[in-house]
């Protein structure tokens, strides 16, 4: 009995220790990472390596690697996925940034305020295949197309806006814009009201313009919250798949001109079987993803010791 009070008391003491308790409550979060995303990935590059057929796997070293390096229409998927990532970076960061700094001001009534942030956020609880569907039709051929409609009311004929690359890349911006300026607004507005506002009324005293006051105090004090919206940015843009399937109605756009590089890995390692491969293009896009978000957080200073 004496020593099962001891183990006992050992126990609690473990449990109860000041230098244990942090680790037991990130233990969850570290177990559901290594389960879910270290495991696979560790498994995804043994695979790169591989050539996976049916019930077997033989050791091919870095040739699906090299044959990647060879394949045109993967550098033309890493093209569209690059210059959508750009093109989402360049709208939804400076839009909704303007948004969220016109809620936060004093212009207009508090209820107005409440209703357009919702309405704005609504589109980020929408399916993205629901949304794809729906701008498969705004975007139509066909002269009742919503698009084509105003396309006819500025005076030039019905587009083809899925047959071309760049009327095609307008409608999967469009998509973008609809989706997720509302989430960025609500995070750059988050960190605008995390904001003292006495910086704003010394400012004011001061005789800074509200312009002046935007670009020296709201914008470097939401620092952290812009290189957290731009990280997150460019994983999305890199990895955006599913609107571009919708769009198309599949996975063969014209010219392939919608396929990106999360596409053409669905295509070849879905579609096709060709798993080994299909691995080596995952690996390659987790290296490209993880380089610019590294030299993007080395280069905005998110790294650096604060001053004491």
Not at 222 to 244: C, D, K, N, Q
Not at 252 to 269: A, D, E, F, I, M
Request: glycine share 6%; with cysteine; hydrophobic share 55%.
């Amino acid at each position: 009995m004496a020593l099962i009070k001891e183990d006992q008391t050992a126990v609690k003491q473990l449990l109860y220790s000041k230098r244990l308790a942090p680790y037991l409550f990130i233990l969850p979060f570290l177990v559901t990472l290594a389960v879910f995303w270290v495991v696979p990935l560790g498994r995804s590059f043994v695979m790169s390596t591989q050539e996976v057929l049916y019930g077997q796997t033989a050791f091919i070293g870095g040739a699906n690697y090299e044959r990647l390096w060879q394949d045109r229409i993967f550098w033309q998927a890493l093209f569209n996925s690059m210059r959508y990532m750009v093109l989402t970076l360049v709208l939804l960061i400076p839009i909704p940034l303007a948004l969220a700094a016109l809620v936060n001001s004093s212009i207009g009534s508090a209820r107005i305020k409440a209703f357009f942030k919702a309405s704005m956020f609504v589109p980020a609880l929408t399916s993205v295949v629901v949304a794809g569907i729906v701008f498969r039709l705004i975007f139509a051929e066909s002269d009742s197309a919503m698009m084509n409609q105003v396309a006819e009311f500025f005076g030039f004929g019905p587009v083809r806006w899925l047959r071309s690359d760049l009327t095609g890349l307008v409608a999967l911006l469009a998509i973008a814009l609809w989706r997720w300026t509302g989430v960025n607004m609500m995070y750059f507005l988050a960190g605008m009201q995390a904001i003292p506002t006495e910086y704003y009324e010394a400012a004011s005293i001061d005789g800074a313009s509200k312009l002046r006051q935007f670009i020296h105090i709201t914008i470097p004090n939401i620092r952290p919250t812009i290189v957290y919206v731009v990280t997150i940015s460019v994983y999305g843009g890199l990895a955006m798949f599913l609107e571009s399937f919708m769009l198309y109605a599949g996975n063969n756009s014209p010219n392939n001109q919608g396929l990106t590089v999360v596409g053409y890995l669905y295509r070849k390692g879905i579609e096709e079987n060709d798993l080994g491969f299909a691995s080596a293009v995952g690996v390659v896009l987790l290296v490209i993803v993880m380089t610019i978000n590294i030299c993007y957080l080395v280069a905005s200073g998110t790294f650096k010791k604060e001053a004491a």
